[in-house]
């Protein structure tokens, strides 16, 4: 017996360092490379330490410097400022995490980790690595050759012409979609100009020197959104003004506000025009009377009404009392040698 507890006891002590050696490793970030060329590659790997079931951080890098491409697992998002938040749900076995960026634009860029979250402790060991984005090597251009006079042929000249470059236009591609996904009305009239015309030089460019003058304005970025007025927001908001959670069903209050707050955080005119029609007080459902609540409204209006009747039998008997007794004190004065007089007023 002591012998089997003995062994028990080990194999508990055992589990217990496993489990808790799986969380023992640091997090830490690291660059498949620590140099490219403006047009290659980089993959970026968050390592756990360790297996877990979910995890969140977020990375920080250079949008100057690197597009992203894409990610190996999670949700890839970029915020609103130059943070991008990567969120993992249901992920089972999950040690690590690749991320790809395409270098666009030349010097020294750093990728950094904050605000780890795993679903198990952690600590981080190196929160930042940097890569080197070199001008694009002229090697990795397409050569351009000429085609060599045949000595056999003495009538073929030297100066044949040279096929044309292929320019990697790559990001003028990439902007050309996005631009599909956008609508013209949300942004002013002068920044989606200046941005097409950008296009329009680019497309039109047949050096890498004219291609390159424009890089810089394609993109989005440039565009400015146009201001908008949010009436009917300002509307419901005063209209709610008094209102009741309680007096209305919990699914139409809930729905209202939902879309209130998508109307505030509405960036984009084409955004607040899509729910706006919402934005209604008549979208809420009176929560339905119980019984007892009808049978207490019904009684308060009846009573009301008795009392009101009352107050008036009330009146009137006043004024019939005061008369009856007027004429009784009349009567007496004339039976008990009354000289007539008062009985005459």
């Not at 991320?99 to 190196?126: E, H, P, Q, R, W």
């Not at 045949?150 to 990001?171: F, G, I, M, R």
Request: proline share 1%; charged share 25%; with cysteine.
């Amino acid at each position: 017996m002591k012998k089997l507890l003995t062994i028990l006891t080990i194999m508990l002590c055992t589990m217990i360092i496993l489990t808790g050696s799986v969380f023992a490793g640091a997090v830490s970030i690291k660059a498949s490379k620590s140099s490219v060329n403006v047009g290659q590659t980089v993959s970026v790997t968050v390592s756990f330490g360790g297996k877990v079931s979910a995890a969140q951080f977020k990375l920080n890098y250079d949008k100057s410097k690197f597009d992203y491409v894409s990610c190996s697992a999670g949700t890839f998002g970029t915020g609103t400022n130059t943070y991008v938040y990567v969120n993992y749900e249901d992920v089972e076995d999950l040690g690590s995490v690749t991320l790809t960026f395409k270098a666009k634009a030349t010097g020294s860029g750093d990728f950094s980790i904050s605000g780890v979250v795993l679903s198990g402790s952690s600590s981080i060991s190196n929160s930042k690595t940097t890569v080197k984005v070199n001008a694009a090597s002229s090697s990795s251009k397409k050569p351009t050759t000429t085609k060599k006079p045949s000595s056999s042929n003495k009538n073929t000249t030297s100066n044949e012409q040279e096929q044309p470059v292929q320019l990697d236009k790559t990001a003028l591609e990439d902007l050309k979609s996005l631009l599909g996904t956008l609508n013209e009305t949300d942004y002013t009239e002068d920044s989606w100009k200046a941005l097409q015309e950008a296009i329009g030089a680019a497309e039109g460019a047949d050096t890498e020197e004219k291609y390159n003058e424009v890089k810089d304005k394609l993109t989005v970025e440039s565009l400015v959104k146009q201001p908008f007025e949010k009436e009917e927001l300002n509307k419901v908001l005063r209209d709610l003004i008094g209102k009741v959670e309680t007096d209305y069903t919990l699914e139409s209050w809930k729905e209202l506000q939902d879309t209130i707050e998508a109307a505030d955080e509405a960036e984009l005119k084409s955004q607040y025009d899509a729910i706006k029609t919402k934005l209604s007080i008549n979208t809420l459902v009176l929560n339905p009377k119980t019984f007892l609540e009808e049978i207490m409204e019904d009684s308060c209006g009846h009573l009301k009404i008795m009392m009101g009747m009352a107050a008036a039998i009330l009146i009137l008997l006043i004024i019939i009392i005061i008369l009856a007794s007027r004429c009784s004190r009349i009567k007496k004065e004339n039976l008990f040698g009354g000289t007539g007089t008062r009985f005459k007023e």
